[in-house]
């Protein structure tokens, strides 16, 4: 078996303990007889395996007791319909528009109410974290909408914005479990698992409980964030396996220092990147340092022939998906929890060379 | 490894060979140095795996060009409102109330339109399936929505109901796969995947492409069907790694003789159980015999004390998960594609041992 170092956006690698681990015990989960995918998710033995994810994701993002965790599906997309289904309930909502997904939520929102985007880093190219101040935030907006990290444009919020007394919402997909966040400042932060968590197909919502309760009359029941909180999760059957693998994702993540420990190496891993990337000639970065995202590294050369050179090299040489987004080209390395400091040396290795090559 | 005999509604057993595959290329697919869980949804190793697993779908469903498959999550609960939302055009559509997810599929549409119920088999605890004539459904409902399996109540439609030339819309959760379907007699069938197709967290939609494009303006972008088929099924992230094993599954079904083989299999199998029951003095099926099902075989003893006595050495035995639901109480043995004739006699063989020794 030969692995490769995959860069890819998300769904994107994951440790390779826990892959071994989902190999072994496919099918036979601890003497059940049974695989973790066929299990009745009403089973006492399936019971604790959610619950157990549940305590080791609420240990290891230290949320309060006042929140409720959600494991659900539909990924981030779902939520942007979701959270102002929910939460609109006099029927503002402030946006701040710091990338695609930012701009896809706030459209979404328009469609169950009077949705504000207060503020936006369009104007060059999402390459940067507009700056929030509570006087921008609407007096009777019901909630403040940000993408935390922008996984296309690799920007993220250099700290949690300060909308006031107001309710803060954070769509956290691409960096979710990266470093330690202060989940009191939010009332509601949701991510697709695909990115630092689990395979595609589970949705994490944190959510402060007196927010419940507020949803319009037509939201779909499986949209409700109160119907599900009271059903922990299994109104109907939930994304079972994934929710398994995300367990074992986080026993990884805790037994490796939690995400104090994760912070340290996501910041000495994005630091080999981005002083490399700074020092050399034929690189360049496209996100303004002071809103550098740790998770998705952007870089050009400026020269779209060069960039799809590089790109097809790196890829022979075991160096995979390092391919900026359709809409904005270039590259982007993702570089999650999972991805090995080795990778990132991997990749400056490969980098230093082609650029000895393509002077 | 000792795998057991598992009898769950859902999730359900899935093919051993199919498991085995799923461990054997778990950290690495086919050489391509990564597991199907970390591979980019948009790269070209995932996209053989999606269009070759809708290709087999396509072949062993029969399904016409002009019918659409799409590969979604949050399960028949989140097509319980999907359907209103895109197929309520002009406001009415007619319910059959045959169980309880057709219950709550007829509660949630209320929320969109004028929702009535034609005809339900409450009065006698939804043991059998109402009878449906083309002058029951109203002239200008836009749909007739029916669950085609009933797995809590253990009752299938002995045959396509007749509505005239009116849209039928059929939630097949629980019998997809298991038989040959006429695709072309139902303009909308859906199914979450997890009891025969797959592990939970993918949702299969078929839809006749002339019924796209009437949706609701608050739809929700990911409940919009007109948007996922656009997208082939990507306009988000989809559940990467449930699509791949159903993609398995439906290589297994067809190497094994395709559906008409599977109606075969499982019409063998539910005989073997319902033969024995209907001869035995202890045990009686609850489903009037015309509509019985062939994938939920519910009964009783008539004594909750030993339907529970029964449960537990069952288990024992190493048949599992025989329970009934919760609301119905006495036993229920969801048979599916994957469960081998070997454990349906092993069953019936306990069953007979058990009415011996509780004579």
Redesign the interface.
């Known amino acids: ?4 170092y ?1 860069f ?7 440790p ?1 303990e826990v ?2 681990q ?3 015990e ?3 989960y601890k003497g ?4 973790v ?5 009403r ?1 006492p033995v399936y019971d604790a395996i959610i619950k157990e994810t549940e305590a080791d994701f609420r240990k290891l993002m230290n949320i309060p007791d006042n929140y409720k965790v959600l494991f659900l ?6 939520q ?3 959270v102002p ?1 929910n939460l609109m309930k006099t029927g503002k909502a402030d946006y701040v528009v710091s990338g695609q997904f930012s701009k ?1 939520a706030f459209k ?1 929102a328009q ?2 109410g009077d949705a504000k985007c207060i503020a936006s880093s369009e104007d060059r190219t999402f390459a940067y974290i507009p700056e929030i101040t509570p006087d921008m935030v609407r007096e009777d907006a019901d909630y403040v909408h940000v993408c935390y990290n922008n996984t296309i444009f690799g920007t993220k919020y250099p700290e949690v914005p300060n909308v006031g007394d107001k309710v803060l919402v954070a769509d956290m997909s691409s960096c979710i479990t990266s470093e330690p966040v202060d989940v009191t400042k939010f009332g509601c932060i949701y991510a ?1 698992a ?1 990115k630092n968590m689990a ?4 949705t994490v919502v944190i959510i402060r409980e007196d927010l419940l309760g507020t949803e319009k ?2 939201t ?4 409700n964030y109160k119907e599900m909180a009271e059903n922990d999760s299994m ?8 929710i398994y ?1 995300a367990g074992l994702v986080y026993k990884w993540a805790l037994k490796n220092g939690g995400l104090e420990a994760m912070k340290k190496r996501n910041e000495e891993k994005a630091a080999i990147l981005y002083d490399y990337i700074d020092s050399s000639k034929l690189f360049k970065a496209t996100a303004d340092k002071k809103c550098r995202s740790m998770m998705n590294v952007c870089f050009v050369t400026g020269d779209a022939d060069l960039d799809k050179k590089f790109c097809k090299e790196a890829e022979a040489a ?1 160096l ?2 390092l391919k900026g987004h359709r809409s904005v080209g270039g590259m982007r390395a993702s570089i999650y929890n999972a991805m090995p400091k080795e990778g990132v040396e991997a990749l400056v290795a490969f980098m230093k060379k082609f650029e000895a090559e393509n002077a």
Do not use: W
């Open positions: 078996m030969s692995r490769i995959n890819s956006a998300g769904p994107s690698m994951l390779l892959l071994e989902c190999a072994a496919m099918t036979d059940s007889g049974m695989s995918m066929e299990m009745s998710h089973s599906q539909g990924g981030a997309s779902t942007f319909a979701a289904l896809k979404e469609k169950y697709g695909q395979p595609a197909g589970l009359e037509f779909p029941v499986m949209l109104y109907n059957t939930p994304p079972c396996y994934a693998v075991g995979s998906n």
